[in-house]
């Protein structure tokens, strides 16, 4: 008989990989242990870590605390207080329930509980290594629990080589009691970080306090208030104002029935709401909590779907969908802010400026719809939705000359063939331009081209990019880990111009700027490559060299240049010409869009029927 290939694992075995479900760094930990106090009925909790969690986590509370058989009881899987029968899970209002948070997190760590029901007499502490149980004991101590975990990943080294620094860590662990404190209002949280408070909340239960306390006051004044009501579906919370808004739905804090989750829907609701008001590739600041009423006795949630819980179903995604984007929609109605209404700047003023354009656009009845196929004699690129010439170096005018450094010297005579002459502007967006040597007409892209002269003027510094003290240094904040990870590559940014000190666990100071770089402009470029470092890894020095000092001098020219919108008049327009043909890929900005559409004679002259 042959042996059997399948094995039945030993417990050991099956408690690290249910583990790897759960815990996946020490985030998970901490959020795992303070949904426990919540659940436990604790008004303050107290978060104190070292080295990102990876020495030690404590969490602390005074909720109701276990008796001596309890605090064994909670190491054993699938062991909770929170479910009994499978109708309990028809309608959970709990955080933690699937009873795997405690021993998931045992296996992979050194577990102390200290605990104390209201009525005993003692204490109980319990210590566990690896999973397994080594003592129970009495001892003396407060009502409530405190749980210490120890060398975190000690016995699953593999698992611990995928972590990020202990910057990073610590970073991830403040998002998380962030995101819980938003969401409990009433509750007073502290964070301690290597014996240094970085966070506290005052519990009171107002919830714009808490905002404060986590973002600042500045921004908390930009918030404004969420309520909403239908259907059994109730909506509150704060949203920003289209004039703060961040580069990553970090800073979108989501709660279903106080439970902290992501959901592609809600978001989409959200950012479906702010459509027109945020320039692109932004995101709004937002914390809302939404409550749903039971249906027959039944919940419309499902949150069993996930280990960690982050997920979850809705039963009806479309109900959903529509009242969280009325939700957002209302809030900023009663603000007056619609997209014709928005805040002044460059953005909304060129949208509001195209809308009026469209509304009084005179009917062209006889104008020739000509397909592209016959309006270019080039192969089309559909991709970008419109038919576009990609003009490559070599279909670039060869006789270029350019003065040096943009703006500081006078650009050529026109009547000198040196290259492209600006005849206007169209939309104050592009510019219309004819060649000295080449026949047709060129279409130029502003703000594309802006951003290629930006972006070789400080990609060819070989050493470090030339910056410009600020008088008044702007202080700028961020979430926690936003904070950290600029802290922790401060000196390679300030390799690319950009030097910067903490002054706060979410705030930093922002002393230089790369030289001729608008101050304006520093905050949301700041939070951009914030999350440019985030999504390296948080450690750039290696990658600083090539891929990732790349991306972060793409987001400082395009946050530097022009802007749709801007009117330019024709000697500006011939200096950004001028500039553009020095530079060595002319024909696309730094993100690849292209700077210049070229319509040939022949393609005019088969527009006009000439052909």
Same mark, same amino acid.
């Given at each position: ?292 009423? $039971?249906?027959? %006795?039944?919940?419309?949630?499902? !949150?069993?779907?996930?280990?960690? +819980? *982050? &997920?979850? #179903?809705? @039963? ?25 209404? $928005?805040?002044? %700047?460059?953005?909304?003023?060129? !949208?509001?400026?195209?809308?009026? +354009? *469209? &509304?009084? #656009?005179? @009917? ?248």
């Amino acid at each position: 008989m042959n042996k059997p290939t399948i094995n039945i694992l030993d417990p050991a075995t099956a408690n690290l990989i249910a583990a790897g479900e759960v815990v996946d760094r020490p985030a998970a930990v901490v959020k795992e242990l303070v949904e426990n106090s919540l659940d436990a009925g604790a008004a303050h909790i107290s978060v104190e870590i070292i080295r990102g969690g990876l020495e030690r986590i404590r969490v602390s509370d005074d909720g109701q605390g276990m008796n001596r058989w309890d605090a064994q009881l909670c190491l054993l899987r699938h062991a909770t207080s929170k479910v009994s029968s499978p109708a309990d899970l028809n309608n959970i209002r709990t955080m933690g329930f699937r009873g795997e948070a405690l021993p998931s997190i045992a296996a992979v760590s050194k577990l102390e509980i200290l605990t104390k029901a209201a009525d005993a007499d003692l204490a109980t502490i319990v210590r566990a290594e690896g999973g397994k149980l080594l003592e129970v004991t009495d001892a003396g101590g407060p009502s409530g629990t405190t749980v210490t975990v120890t060398e975190l990943f000690f016995n699953t080294p593999a698992r611990k080589k995928f972590l990020k620094s202990v910057s990073v860590e610590a970073g991830h662990i403040h998002d998380v009691l962030a995101g819980i404190a938003m969401t409990f209002p009433g509750i007073s949280f502290r964070l301690v970080n290597n014996s240094r408070l970085v966070l506290w909340t005052p519990g009171d239960g107002n919830l714009i306090n808490v905002l404060t306390a986590i973002y600042g006051q500045e921004i908390a004044a930009k918030m404004l208030p969420v309520t909403f009501s239908a259907e059994g579906i109730t909506i509150s919370g704060y949203t920003g104002r289209p004039d703060l808004y961040r580069s990553s739905r970090q800073w979108e804090t989501l709660a279903v029935n106080s439970r902290l989750i992501t959901s592609r829907t809600i978001s989409s609701a959200i950012e479906r709401a702010y459509h027109s008001l945020l320039p692109q590739g932004t995101y709004p600041v937002t914390v809302i909590n939404i409550e749903f009423s $039971a249906v027959n %006795g039944e919940s419309p949630v499902d !949150v069993n779907v996930h280990p960690q +819980k *982050k &997920e979850i #179903k809705f @039963a009806n995604e479309k109900a959903v969908f529509s009242a969280v984007y009325r939700a957002i929609d209302l809030a900023l109605q009663n603000q007056a802010i619609r997209p014709s209404e $928005a805040p002044s %700047g460059r953005l909304s003023e060129f !949208v509001k400026k195209e809308n009026e +354009k *469209k &509304e009084n #656009k005179p @009917a062209m009845n006889n104008l020739v719809d000509a397909p592209a196929d016959v309006l270019l004699d080039r192969p089309v690129d559909k991709s970008h939705g419109e038919a576009m010439i990609y003009l490559p170096p070599s279909s670039m005018p060869t006789a270029w000359e350019s003065a040096s450094t943009y703006g500081h010297v006078p650009p050529p005579a026109p009547e000198k063939e040196t290259g492209l002459i600006p005849l206007g502007q169209i939309d104050d967006c592009y510019i219309v331009a004819k060649s000295a040597r080449e026949q047709g007409l060129f279409v130029i892209d502003q703000h594309a081209a802006h951003e290629r002269i930006i972006y070789q003027r400080l990609y060819q510094n070989s050493g470090r990019i030339p910056a410009q003290q600020l008088l008044i240094p702007p202080v700028l904040r961020f979430s926690g880990r936003e904070a950290e990870v600029l802290t922790e590559n401060a000196d390679i940014l300030e390799e690319l111009g950009y030097k910067i000190e903490q002054v706060g666990p979410t705030a930093v100071k922002l002393l230089e700027l790369p030289a001729d770089i608008p101050s304006g402009t520093a905050e949301n470029m700041v939070g951009e490559i914030a999350a440019l470092l985030i999504k390296s890894g948080g450690n750039s020095g290696e990658n600083a060299p090539g891929m990732l000092r790349h991306a972060i001098l793409q987001t400082t020219a395009c946050h530097a240049a022009i802007k749709a919108g801007e009117r330019l008049t024709l000697r500006q327009m011939q200096f950004l010409l001028d500039e553009l043909a020095a530079t060595d890929t002319a024909s696309t900005c730094p993100h690849g869009r292209p700077t210049i559409v070229r319509i040939s004679s022949d393609s005019l002259a088969k527009l006009f029927h000439r052909t």
